[in-house]
């Protein structure tokens, strides 16, 4: 994994960045803990207030003031944003995928929160690529598979390209909704058909 210190210099930043197609540079301490990061819009700076002026343009809101900033800086520490998106090692991918909605990379942290990962958006659109039979794997195991022993059902998912459809009879209504959410959270489904019934109406009855 590529990272960079607190005072890598700036045309390091650029050679790394450039030499390895990269567009975010985790900065490290000692430790391996992110500090921050540093973009490929933090080291454009530079180039958008080249223009050698000793005080940001007139009227200049905070980002800016944070940019012309940025663009004096001569190594890492001045450049990085900060803090870096992390998220530990065992968190569910469904977090991750909510972090990079927001962030453009998600940096992943061991028990002791040193960087073991990066995770990027390019790198969770390979789920959906995912073979039919290894999300209906997953959807047996972790979803019916408990289900059926606790209500002795016959249940059955298709996935065909990715999409889902459930059918079945259960219990309750309740049970049918969980299945049915849990079942989109399985990496790679793309949508899915709920073709579940059941016998009592329990979020009538309890007015959910």
Known sequence: MITAALDT??????????????????????????LGVVTDADVHAKLEFHNGTDSPPLLAGAHCRARWR???????????????????????LTEAVHLL??????YVTDHTHRLVGVLTRHDTLRLFLRSDHAIQA??????????????????TVHVTHGIVTLEGTLTLHSTAETLYHHTHHVPGVIAVHNNLRYTVDDLMITGM
């Open 9 to 34: 210099p700036f045309r390091e930043l650029v050679g790394t960045m450039i030499a390895h197609d990269l567009d975010a540079l985790p900065v490290i301490d000692l430790t391996g803990r992110p």
């Open 70 to 92: 940025k663009s004096s800086g001569a190594t890492a520490a001045d450049l990085m944003t900060t803090p870096a998106t992390t998220i530990s090692e065992h968190a569910p």
């Open 138 to 155: 997953d959807i047996e195991r972790d979803i019916l598979t408990p289900v059926r022993a606790a209500e002795a059902r016959h249940l």
């Open 101 to 106: 909605g927001i962030a453009r990379s998600v």
